[in-house]
């Protein structure tokens, strides 16, 4: 599976972003995909994810300013960013999950940077 994340830009503090992440190659259903982010000199986290079936998780950080959606005819994925902080600077990974019978795949995309400006 390949993950192709877009949409990752420089913006002022209050403003948006719109990430992207597109999912091919997949000979399976795709399960939960997610974003996490990894700032500098921090450890990569979660920030939402969401199942196949529409159920989200959001890291509390985020939540009430992002809004994790996907469009699984298209296998893509996106994250809505409102509110954006300074602290919200990192590089953003999108990640894949496949399960196959009893094992779970993981993909990751090469990740697009977002910075934001005070």
């Known amino acids: 599976v390949q993950l192709q994340a877009s949409g990752g830009g420089l913006v002022q503090a209050g403003g948006s972003l719109r990430l992207s992440c597109a999912a091919s190659?997949?000979?399976?259903?795709?399960?939960?995909m997610g974003w996490y982010r990894q700032g500098p000199g921090n450890q990569r986290e979660l920030v939402a994810t969401?199942?196949?079936?529409?159920?989200?998780n959001y890291s509390d950080s985020v939540k009430g300013r992002f809004t994790i959606s996907r469009d699984n005819a298209k296998n893509t994925m996106y994250l809505r960013m409102n509110s954006l902080k300074p602290e919200d600077t990192a590089v953003y990974y999108c990640?894949?999950?496949?399960?196959?019978?009893?094992?779970?795949?993981?993909?990751w995309g090469q990740g697009t940077l977002v910075t934001v400006s005070s």
């Open positions: 190659g997949s000979i399976a259903p795709i399960n939960t």
């Open positions: 990640n894949a999950q496949m399960v196959v019978i009893t094992t779970t795949y993981n993909y």
């Open positions: 969401i199942t196949s079936s529409g159920r989200t």
